[in-house]
């Protein structure tokens, strides 16, 4: 099996920055793309930001040019540095992960969220 396990959230001021983590564990052979999802209350769950094996990237609009995705493979982990944040980044942040388990499975797995807050 293979966990994601998100870390990082918390409450920030408008115009501040935050990095959450998200760190695979598990019977992990190698993982392919990792991203970040969010959800806001009332709100379907959106992509905010990919990162490929081959390390391509891609992201939501909203957060273009104020918002990173990096990995580190040899730990497993994703982070997304976030930077000017504003009240409409609130939401509860997932991470999510594809690859190959044993025994050379494919697997697609969900971590549970960690939530970010953006209030004065």
């Known amino acids: 099996q293979v966990q994601l396990a998100e870390s990082g959230g918390g409450l920030v001021q408008p115009g501040g920055s935050l990095t959450p983590s998200c760190a695979a564990s598990?019977?992990?052979?190698?993982?392919?793309?990792m991203a970040w999802y969010r959800q806001a209350p009332t709100k379907e769950r959106e992509m905010v930001a990919t990162d490929t094996s081959s390390g391509t990237t891609t992201y939501a609009d909203s957060v273009k040019g104020l918002f990173t995705i990096s990995r580190d493979n040899a730990k497993k982990t994703v982070y997304l540095q976030m930077n000017s944040l504003t009240t409409e980044d609130t939401a509860d942040y997932y991470c999510?992960?594809?690859?190959?388990?044993?025994?050379?499975?494919?697997?697609?797995?969900w971590g549970h969220g960690t939530q970010l807050t953006v209030s004065s």
């Open positions: 598990g019977s992990i052979l190698s993982i392919g793309a």
């Open positions: 999510y992960a594809t690859g190959v388990r044993l025994p050379w499975t494919p697997f697609n797995s």
